[in-house]
């Protein structure tokens, strides 16, 4: 199996390591093949994704982030029928974008808010 070398900030390396131990899994590779396989996964699920639509998109970020969340809300005013804020706690918001429009549009965003480093976590909830 290759080997693969990545750089983690202490703070994602302790959660990574917590996270290992409580879900039984039996090292930190372990755990970052199943994360990866998750990402796969995900990401096979939007790439099906066509046609006009209907979805739900979750993202939580820093509140040193709401600017630049709103920004990216407006580049997407064609497809956010609704969106709602609010402060978590920890310094924290969610945003709920409900979202209407073509596949292509809504796989765009969530590809823009999953590589934003800004953005904590991204899910897309498709009924």
């Keep these: ?6 750089s983690l900030d202490e703070k994602t390396l302790r959660e990574l390591d917590g ?8 090292g930190r590779s372990e755990a970052l093949r199943a994360g990866v396989k998750k990402l796969v996964s995900e990401n096979r699920e939007l790439s099906r994704l066509s046609g006009k639509m209907k979805a739900v998109l979750l993202l939580v970020h820093g509140k040193e982030a709401e600017e630049r969340a709103t920004s990216f809300k407006h580049s997407y005013d064609d497809i ?3 969106q ?7 310094g924290k918001c969610l945003e709920i974008f409900v979202l209407e429009g073509e596949a292509g549009r809504i796989k765009e965003m969530v590809g823009q808010a999953q590589t934003n480093r800004k953005i904590d976590y991204c899910r897309l909830v498709v009924p």
Aim: aromatic letters at 4%; glycine letters at 8%; a negative charge.
């Design 80 to 82: 956010v029928s609704t």
């Design 19 to 26: 996270l290992s131990g409580q879900l039984g899994f039996a």
């Design 1 to 6: 199996m290759p080997i693969v070398s990545m």
């Design 84 to 90: 709602v804020h609010t402060d978590l706690k920890e």
